[in-house]
């Protein structure tokens, strides 16, 4: 049976989700998503300019792509809302990324106004997907308010630190049953491995892509290592000791003697 | 507190004998911090860091890219009236300067927007000079209004108003407000502003925590460069943006380096600027601030501008034209001198070559904005 990921009625086979931010070019968009495989992009409303044909980011992406417009520039819940009606309104389809972020030095998202926007958004008929710290009380009640996914930060926005929220993800993904896409921080494609490896759902990696040497073989490695993480962990990756093993275990006796039993 | 408070417990101390004490071993260390303190940004503008002007366009440059991308926004400024009630020694608009007036009607206004936007312009800069009859806020908020129709982000730059008036600006649809301070030191900035409401330092000063709290989006700021000296001038503007972006974390900040350029009138630059000193400040903008946003207009010639693109700088203005109607009806005096006289499409085709993306929109106009209406 494929591997697959059903969100709404999107079947989705390729774990690395992109973003489309921070390109020297637009035009590098297509062959990102084709080397890469990547089947979803994230597309900030802000800049989606429908009266422009050149330089129309919509343009630039492929028609097979699903889009997940976000709500980059939203500091509070309302604004949010709005930006998320606007780009239904633009054509852009039913999925929105909320962001909420009212802090322009760390870019880290307001859980609780983020929330506020994901109750509105279901009601509203939107598949939503709150990015948001990981924390896992909050990512309860977005999943209990009908959120599709949840998409908790490794790192602050553009940081590439990798997952250093690690332990906090691991027990979201342990204990909710709604997808876990691990969204910012994510610097290289070892880090997106072991987010699979832990059971993310998807990965969403923009800035470590966009701003590499060459983003468009960065794109693929970061596909390879999301395929091998996800691979991982179906096979069920073997546990980690901290001591070796010894090869005449110290209650080897117990086999020895079970005659009796 | 507010931000003149802190200028009076530097102004005690002698920052100048301050900026002469560092070596080159302070420099390196501060090259080697995250976080910068007032005091590191001192050490980057000091003469000692100007032989490592290399080393910091390096750190420069990949906190620009880690926090902006390889992308330009790109804005013109469209002027809609040039009466003015000051005397700024500077400037062109002067009161007392043989200048025609003007104020641009709706319909004016209209064929200025249409030109503009037809270049794929998306942001716009409005502009007028200090002039509460000639153009009131009533009269803004009737521009910024047709302007929506035309722009997805309108920043203003107009005599300071208070915060009643940014709200109602907002909630008519400007997004961004800009404000110089011109110069930070109190005394120069006396002799330069002579009669006028401008003369009041400190309401000026206070201009864009006004904005802030009112719930501009963007916010910029800067210092004339030439009218004071210019390690203070910047160690001000760097401490005014760190001071704002401290208080209000949900406003996008910017600085811009407007240097002064020639115009009608006479006047001697008092503390004119190289192209060195100009790098090194905007490094040291980039150093100590990583997330605010860096503003270079056309008053830069065209290869300098082009030379600037990796060291800091986010968004820059193009086919600026500084006449008030000047895009539709080329007569009349600009504001200043523009020494990029490349068209929109040529920066944006400059901008491709460069390996930077030239971004036209990146705001989105969302009805009832602004704190005030979002019931914060």
């Known amino acids: ?39 979803v992009i994230t597309v900030a409303v802000r800049r989606v300019d429908l009266e422009s044909t050149e330089e129309n980011l919509l343009n630039h992406i492929p028609a097979a792509a699903i889009l997940m417009p976000n709500t980059s520039g939203a500091r509070n819940a309302g604004e949010a809302v709005r930006i998320a009606k606007l780009a239904r309104a633009m054509g852009c389809g039913n999925w929105i990324k909320i962001e909420v972020i009212a802090d322009s030095r760390y870019l880290l998202p307001d859980n609780q106004d983020t929330l506020k926007a994901t109750e509105i958004l279901v009601t509203e008929g939107f598949t939503v997907f709150p990015y948001m710290r990981p924390e896992l009380m909050t990512a309860r009640r977005m999943r209990d308010a009908g ?8 790192a602050p926005i553009g940081t ?8 906090l993800i691991k027990i979201m993904i342990d204990e909710i049953d709604i997808p876990v896409i691990v969204d910012a921080g994510i610097g290289k494609p070892s880090e997106a491995a072991e987010a699979m490896e832990l ?42 000791f901290h001591l070796a093993q010894a090869s005449s275990p110290l209650t080897g006796f117990l086999d020895k003697d079970n005659g009796d039993l | 507190m507010s931000f003149y408070d802190l200028i009076q417990h530097y102004r005690g101390q002698n920052l100048s004998e301050y900026l002469y004490g560092f070596t080159d071993r302070d420099i390196l260390r501060v090259l080697c911090k995250n976080r910068l303190s007032p005091e590191d940004f001192l050490a980057l503008i000091s ?41 700024c020694v500077y400037c062109s608009f002067n009161h007392q300067n043989q200048l025609e007036r003007k104020r641009l009607s709706i ?63 907002i909630y008519s649809g400007a997004d961004g407000l800009t404000i110089y301070q011109e110069v930070y030191d109190e005394n120069v900035y006396k002799l330069m502003h002579p009669f006028g409401p401008k003369r009041n330092y400190r309401y000026r000063l206070d201009t864009p925590e006004r904005a802030c709290m009112a719930g501009m989006r963007t916010v910029g700021i800067g210092a004339l460069l030439g009218l004071g000296e210019w390690r203070t001038e910047a160690f001000f503007t ?19 380096l407007p240097r002064i350029r020639p115009h009608t009138g006479s006047f001697d630059i008092p503390y004119a600027i190289g192209d060195r000193e100009f790098v090194q400040i905007m490094l040291a903008f980039r150093l100590f601030l990583p997330h605010v946003g860096i503003t270079i207009s056309t008053r830069e010639r065209a290869e300098f501008r082009d030379n600037l693109l990796g060291l800091g700088v986010t968004r820059m203005s193009a086919g600026s034209i500084t006449a008030v109607g000047g895009y539709s009806n080329k007569n009349g005096n600009g504001q200043f001198q523009v020494s990029d006289g490349r068209s929109v499409d040529e920066v944006r085709q400059m901008l491709y070559q460069k390996g930077y993306q030239p971004v036209f929109k990146d705001w989105q106009y969302i009805q009832e904005g602004g704190r005030h209406f979002a019931g914060n």
């Open chain 1, 160 to 167: 590439n630190q990798g997952l250093k929220t690690r332990e």
């Open chain 1, 147 to 154: 959120a599709s996914a949840v998409m908790p930060l490794g």
């Open chain 2, 47 to 87: 003469p000692a860091a100007a032989g490592h002007l290399e080393k910091m366009a390096v750190k420069a440059h990949e906190l620009t890219i880690r926090h902006f991308g390889k992308a330009i926004v790109l804005f013109a400024p469209m002027y809609i009236a040039n009466y003015c009630v000051n005397q």
């Open chain 2, 238 to 256: 760097a401490l005014h943006a760190q001071y704002l972006s401290h208080k209000y974390p949900d406003v996008e900040l910017s600085i811009s």
């Open chain 2, 107 to 169: 319909e004016e206004f209209q064929q200025e927007a249409i030109k503009i936007s037809a270049s794929g312009i998306r942001h716009i800069l409005l502009l007028t000079g200090e002039s509460r009859t000639e153009s009131s806020p009533e009269y803004i908020e009737e521009i910024v209004t047709e302007a929506k129709r035309y722009f997805s982000s309108i920043t203003l730059e107009i005599c300071p108003l208070s915060r009643d008036e940014y709200e109602s600006l």
């Open chain 1, 199 to 240: 059971g993310a759902a998807a990965v969403l990696v923009n800035t470590a892509i966009a701003t590499a040497g060459n983003p468009v073989e960065m794109a693929a490695a970061f596909s390879l290592a999301v395929k091998a993480g996800r691979k991982a962990y179906l096979a069920g990756t073997a546990p980690v």
């Open chain 1, 1 to 39: 049976m494929d591997d697959q990921l059903i969100i709404g009625n999107k079947r989705i086979f390729n774990r690395l989700f992109v973003g489309s931010g921070k390109y020297s070019s637009n035009r590098l968009i297509p062959h990102i998503m084709q080397e890469s495989g990547s089947q």
